[in-house]
């Protein structure tokens, strides 16, 4: 399996709704990563999780809110969110200390904040 | 500090004919060097990767990248553009000391004009 699998692929929600997103991978890779893409924009880093501790948070406003449960699963609380953060949301996963360290990124999460 | 520059932010080629895109890098470390694609409203998925082995890298669908270091670029080619390629085009760069952190172009988008 070397696929990264992200849920839902679009999502709608309201300033005070409190919604997540799911990316699972069994690829065994020990990092996992959320990115942020706006429209015509590269993918912008928020969180990544390294044997499933929190190893960067880029200062990323509370409304987002990261967990690991375990090595094959990223999830991204969402809670007051603001219409500016609509985008794309890619999970990504990585081996760390393997030769080129490639990400894989799953097909995305389209988020609209009404 | 790492930096990575895509010299052009839009290419148009006509279908068949070669394409070039430009990236030029900068880093401290001996680099990994990356170049994606992503289709509207979809993951990056990788095309190639040069991690110091061969200078000249294939990748999926008949793209090639040579590594210059004398130049600091990564150029991606293609002998004969297919209108399926038409997609933006991302040159990343990362070093190997587990910092988790990867440096992403502005983008490329191709266009393929029939």
Redesign the interface.
């Known amino acids: 399996d070397t696929e990264?699998t992200?849920t839902p692929k679009h999502l709608v929600m309201g300033m005070t709704n409190k919604k997540s997103l799911k990316c699972e991978q069994h690829m065994g890779h020990r990092?996992m990563?959320w990115y942020k893409q706006k429209a015509?924009?590269?993918?912008e880093?928020m969180f990544?999780y390294?044997y499933e501790k929190l190893?960067?948070n880029e200062s990323v406003p509370s409304r987002f809110s990261p967990e690991c449960p375990n090595s094959s699963l990223l999830n991204l609380h969402l809670h007051a969110l603001q219409p500016e953060d609509s985008a794309?949301y890619?999970c990504?996963s990585?081996h760390?200390?393997s030769?080129?360290?490639?990400?894989?990124?799953?097909?995305?999460s389209?988020l609209t904040v009404l | 500090a790492q930096s990575v520059t895509q010299l052009d932010s839009h290419v148009s080629v006509s279908e068949g004919t070669p394409v070039l895109l430009r990236c030029n890098y900068s880093s401290s470390y001996s680099p990994?060097l990356?170049w994606?694609v992503q289709h509207p409203?979809?993951?990056?998925?990788?095309l190639l990767?040069?991690?110091s082995a061969a200078t000249l890298v294939k990748g999926i669908n008949g793209f090639e990248a040579e590594f210059k270091k004398s130049e600091t670029s990564f150029h991606l080619t293609k002998p004969s553009a297919h209108m399926s390629d038409a997609a933006e085009y991302?040159c990343?760069v990362?070093d190997?000391t587990?910092t988790?952190?990867?440096i992403?172009?502005?983008?490329t988008?191709l266009k393929v004009l029939a």
């Open positions: 990264v992200q990092a990563y015509k924009k590269p993918p880093l990544v390294s190893s960067i794309l890619l990504a990585s760390p200390g030769g080129a360290n490639v990400l894989t990124f799953g097909a995305g389209r | 990994s990356f994606y409203n979809k993951g990056l998925q990788l990767k040069y991690t991302f990343v990362s190997l587990g988790y952190k990867y992403f172009g502005t983008g988008r």
